[in-house]
């Protein structure tokens, strides 16, 4: 009877025991799968900051994009408006250079007008000291240029 009782006693602690090492088992699996749970929130946390990050740089790189399109287009506008400018002023050269032209040729026209005038009044003046040369009976002189 004490035999059977301490076997009994045995059995008991021994699945007392093994219910501990169960629960010990239990405990650490548990513990195990908190850590892994712990650690992949963790990352996810990293990823999700990383992500973040990426958001934030990509942001910054398209606004910096954006600025750089504006002073592109700037540019193109004052590039625009200079060959406007380049060339009204060209335009403006070459009227200013036509009215020059024309200037000089209206000049030479007036001088030639002018010699003309003269040679003509000359020719006039020559006839008529002719004229009056011959009604007075005197010699015709042979030049008078220098009228």
């Keep these: 009877e004490a ?3 301490q076997e009994e006693k045995a059995r008991l602690v021994s699945q007392h025991a093994r219910r501990k090492q169960e629960e010990i088992a239990a405990a650490i699996a548990l513990e195990d799968a908190a850590m ?35 002073e592109l287009a700037r540019i193109r506008a004052l590039k625009r408006e200079a060959e406007a400018r380049t060339a009204a002023a060209q335009a ?9 032209q024309r200037a000089g040729r209206v000049a030479k026209n007036l001088l030639a007008e002018e ?33």
Excluded: C, N
């Design 36 to 70: 892994r749970q712990a650690q992949a929130l963790w990352a996810a946390d990293e990823e999700h900051e990383k992500a973040e990050k990426v958001e934030q740089d990509a942001k910054m790189k398209q606004a910096e994009l954006k600025a750089a399109e504006q």
């Design 3 to 5: 035999k059977r009782a």
């Design 115 to 147: 010699e003309a005038k003269r040679l003509v009044a000359e020719a006039e003046a020559i006839r008529f000291l002719e004229q009056l040369t011959l009604e007075d009976g005197a010699p015709t002189p042979v030049s008078y240029t220098h009228l």
């Design 92 to 100: 403006k050269e070459r009227e200013t250079t036509a009215r020059r």
